[in-house]
């Protein structure tokens, strides 16, 4: 029996009645005395503050570093700018997804946030695939998430500068006094901050926070129905090294530059394989969004039917969505059942539940972008 990893806010976890669980190897609050509903709801009306310290920080220095991370991944990290962050997938020899990070442009070197399941298998990923002229370091850091609508209102008193940020951008600043790197981003849908800060003074800066009047505490439940509102994919669910970057959607992920015609083309893994589906628009299977009636959520797992009894898919997430008001969900079906408005059938407890495919997000994301 191995112990569970445990973040720099574990007590204040307790101290504010957290229900703990495992996630990813580590101690972490599902809810709080306020329930997965509110803190939803919350979330999505004022501002809620998340414990993602469990998630890998590394910083990986070395000669032109990012033209070396390329190798690695199918995003344009050559042209990212100093300061901004950019969504990027590891991907494997045969196309499919290792892990999805975000890669910080952060001038001498590469700042990286990773999947905590993953972390331990992207850092050795990291060292074999960049050789030993590359150091990649895993950082002793909390992580916190302030997300909502009023999370700008909050950080206004707290750290003025940050405001003047918009999505995806980072930078470093001093917070109530304690020195912070920030980007405004997030996993909700929703504008927000991410806050990265020493470990030490991690649960100095959470009290701060929670100290305002518009922010509670969520845990990782509403973080799913949240992100899953959002339309975002969670890793080892919705993506893996089964699914391709096409198949799932994220052709988006794959840079401009990287594809064919594109001035530094392929030279990833399984470019060969990710190129030629974009290309050739031949894969078979495509995630969708799934839309649901009444109140009964379709959970991960269930069986996806055709009218016509054909079996055309599996759900890999799914929830009923408070901010919807419906079961929302996503999964994967055959390209040829995959058109929005097509009504599909999920066998939940021996019973065909009907569901629309839907546009993601489900939400209109608040992002902020200037």
């Not at 503050?49 to 990986?60: P, T």
């Not at 050795?124 to 150091?135: F, K």
């Amino acid at each position: 029996m191995y112990e569970l990893g445990k973040t720099p806010l574990h007590e204040l976890h307790q101290q504010l009645g957290g229900k703990m669980v495992e996630f990813a190897g580590y101690s972490m609050p599902v809810q709080y005395p306020l329930g997965v509903k509110k803190e939803h709801e919350h979330t999505r009306t004022s501002c809620g503050l998340f414990d993602v310290s469990h998630m890998g920080q590394i910083v990986v220095r070395g000669p032109e570093p990012a033209q070396a991370l390329e190798s690695l991944v199918c995003a344009d990290i050559v042209g990212l700018r100093e300061g901004m962050q950019r969504y990027a997938l590891f991907t494997g020899t045969e196309g499919g997804i290792l892990d999805d990070l975000m890669v910080v442009n952060a001038g001498d070197h590469l700042y990286l946030v990773v999947n905590a399941a993953c972390k331990a298998q992207d850092i050795a990923h990291l060292r074999m695939g960049l050789g030993s002229e590359y150091e990649v370091e895993e950082l002793d850091r909390g992580l916190l998430a302030l997300q909502g609508p009023k999370a700008a209102d909050v950080m206004a008193r707290l750290c003025p500068d940050a405001c003047k940020m918009t999505f995806m951008q980072h930078s470093r600043h001093d917070m109530a006094g304690i020195p912070v790197w920030i980007s405004r981003s997030g996993y909700t849908g929703e504008d927000g901050f991410e806050i990265s800060v020493a470990a030490e003074q991690c649960e100095a800066l959470a009290r701060q926070l929670l100290n305002e009047t518009e922010v509670e505490p969520i845990g990782l439940g509403a973080r799913d129905s949240l992100r899953l509102e959002a339309g975002l994919c969670l890793y080892g669910h919705d993506i893996d090294q089964t699914t391709t970057p096409v198949e799932a959607g994220l052709i988006w992920a794959v840079g401009k530059s990287r594809r064919y015609g594109g001035e530094r083309e392929a030279g990833f893994l399984g470019a060969d394989i990710i190129l030629h589906q974009i290309q050739a628009k031949d894969h078979q299977r495509k995630r969708v969004g799934l839309l649901g009636e009444g109140r009964a959520p379709v959970r991960e797992g269930a069986e996806l039917y055709s009218e016509d009894d054909r079996h055309i898919g599996q759900v890999t997430s799914g929830s009923f969505g408070p901010s919807v008001g419906k079961p929302v969900a996503m999964g994967y079906v055959s390209i040829d059942d995959a058109e929005l408005g097509n009504v599909v059938y999920a066998e939940v407890r021996g019973k065909r539940l009907p569901m629309t495919i839907a546009r993601m997000p489900f939400v209109e994301p608040g992002y902020y972008r200037g």
